[in-house]
């Protein structure tokens, strides 16, 4: 789990308006020998001082400091969908159009053929967001600051069979 720590701007209608707080990794190896040092979980909500807002609960309140964990791999799934798609269907829509329009048209028909890539790629990536498996697959939780108990369930495994 990848966690950064917020502070909640306001609450209004179940929505928080968070600010990262604090210095923001990934890891938290980043200043270790062997971390990497470039990945920066405030780089995923824009700008580091850049406020963003989450769904809450009751129990959260402004000016309460939360900690916000983001599942292992969301991230790269989200940008692999996002790039990875566009990019695949560019090409394949390009290599497409060059085939049909082949040989004298085939260029015409390669960049018809790669802009509807893109277009196909862009309704993918506006209609996926509202899907509710893959939501749930990216979903961001939020804690308070000194509530562990999540984080600690986790990571316990059921003892093994004797």
């Not at 890891?27 to 971390?35: I, L, M, N």
């Not at 890539?117 to 990216?138: E, K």
């Amino acid at each position: 789990m990848m966690e950064a720590r917020a502070r909640i701007l306001r609450v209004e209608n179940g929505q928080a308006w968070l600010v990262p707080t604090g210095k923001q990794g990934g890891c938290g190896r980043c200043d270790e020998p062997g971390g990497c040092g470039s990945v920066q979980i405030g780089q995923i909500f824009g700008m580091t001082q850049g406020e963003f807002v989450l769904p809450v609960d009751e129990r959260f309140a402004a000016g309460d400091t939360v900690v916000i964990s983001i599942p292992d791999g969301a991230p790269l799934r989200a940008a692999l969908v996002s790039y990875g798609l566009a990019t695949f269907l560019l090409v394949t829509g390009a290599a497409l159009g060059s085939m049909v329009g082949a040989p004298t048209h085939g260029d015409a028909f390669a960049l018809g053929g790669g802009v509807a890539g893109l277009a196909l790629a862009w309704g993918i990536n506006r209609v996926l967001p509202r899907s509710r498996a893959w939501r749930q697959r990216l979903h961001m939780e939020l804690a308070p600051e000194g509530d562990c108990s999540r984080r600690v369930q986790g990571l316990q495994r059921s003892p093994r069979p004797a």
